[in-house]
């Protein structure tokens, strides 16, 4: 009996650690709050610049892809 208990215990620790670690892996996805904002750091401004510059780019690994996907 005394073997069950400490398998049972020996379980519960494993399960209580696996808590643990998925609340702190979700803990940096609650930095972003549910507006999309910052969370309290301050905006950066976007440059004239920066607004018109090419943001999408259309490499040979996504070409093989996009051809990929017409088959």
């Known amino acids: 009996m005394s073997d069950e208990n ?4 020996g379980r519960r620790g494993l399960l209580r650690a696996l808590g643990a670690a998925g609340a702190v892996a979700a803990t940096p996805a609650a930095a972003i709050d549910a507006g999309g ?6 905006a950066q401004k976007e ?4 607004k018109r ?3 999408y780019r259309e490499t040979d690994h ?3 892809f996009y051809e990929s996907n017409r088959r």
């Open 47 to 50: 440059g004239e610049a920066e």
């Open 62 to 64: 996504i070409r093989a």
């Open 53 to 55: 510059r090419a943001r």
């Open 6 to 9: 400490e398998e049972r215990s």
């Open 37 to 42: 904002g910052t969370a309290g750091l301050p």
